[in-house]
Nanobody
Framework: QVQLVESGGGLVQAGGSLRLSCAAS????????MAWFRQAPGKDRDSVAA????????YYTDSVLGRFTISRDNAKNTVYLQMNNLKLADTALYFC?????????????????????WGQGTQVSVSS
């Protein structure tokens, strides 16, 4: 069983930056695709970014391209989301997700049902 704990959320003004972290424990990490999703009030959970085992492949939803960067440190069992130039529309609860062990990278990395484990979320609020 993999446990995921997100941190780094908070309140920031538009144009500011935050760095989210997700620490994994209880299972293997380096052979799992990792991802960030977000959910705003009254909306569905949407993909934000995903990263392959070694970090060689990444995916970003269009609205965060050029502003967000996903990365991972397999030695620390941690995945990160650097968020720059934050916008009001980025306000949401951000979730970390871990894929099934040894499941490879695919075009489905953006789909929630590709992920077996989820964290509790960290709130990101952007003010004007």
């Amino acid at each position: 069983q993999v446990q995921l704990v997100e941190s780094g959320g908070g309140l920031v003004q538009a144009g500011g930056s935050l760095r989210l972290s997700c620490a994994a424990s209880g299972g293997t990490f380096s052979n799992r695709v990792m991802a960030w999703f977000r959910q705003a009030p009254g909306k569905d959970r949407d993909s934000v970014a995903a990263i392959s085992w070694s970090g060689g492949y990444t995916y970003y939803t269009d609205s965060v391209l050029g502003r967000f960067t996903i990365s991972r440190d397999n030695a620390k069992n941690t995945v990160y989301l650097q968020m720059n130039n934050l916008k009001l529309a980025d306000t949401a609860l951000y979730f970390c997700a871990a894929g099934r062990a040894s499941s490879g990278w695919s075009v489905n990395a953006r789909r929630p049902n590709e992920y077996a484990y989820w964290g509790q979320g960290t709130q990101v609020s952007v003010s004007s």
